[in-house]
């Protein structure tokens, strides 16, 4: 199983990135699926989750302005960043929970004020 990640760069605070995590070698449709985010020097966090049926939850910081979704038919989950803040720049990992947890390599968000 692999997952990896992409779409992520460099935009000024207000802008938009849209993320993506393409799965191969699992069936995605069986598991839930998560962005988190570490900036240098801190934790890795999650701050957003979509289930098997599409519900979702999102961290506070990220809430009302990041929207996560998922075509299972395509493999893919997508984070839909908008009116980005300086506070986003970190590198996003996706991670697929499946029986053992696997992560994507991260991609690189950096917001300029």
């Known amino acids: 199983v692999q997952l990896q990640a992409s779409g992520g760069g460099l935009v000024r605070a207000g802008g938009s990135l849209r993320l993506s995590c393409a799965v191969s070698?699992?069936?995605?449709?069986?598991?839930?699926m998560e962005w988190y985010r570490q900036a240098p020097g801190k934790q890795r966090d999650l701050i957003a989750k979509?289930?098997?049926?599409?519900?979702?939850n999102y961290a506070d910081s990220v809430k009302g302005r990041f929207t996560i979704s998922r075509n299972s038919a395509e493999k893919t989950v997508i984070l839909q960043m908008n009116n980005l803040k300086p506070e986003d720049t970190a590198v996003y990992y996706c991670?697929?929970?499946?029986?053992?947890?696997?992560w994507g390599q991260g991609t690189q968000v950096t917001v300029s004020s």
């Open positions: 991670k697929i929970n499946s029986p053992v947890p696997l």
């Open positions: 070698g699992s069936n995605m449709r069986r598991y839930a």
């Open positions: 979509i289930g098997i049926f599409g519900s979702t």
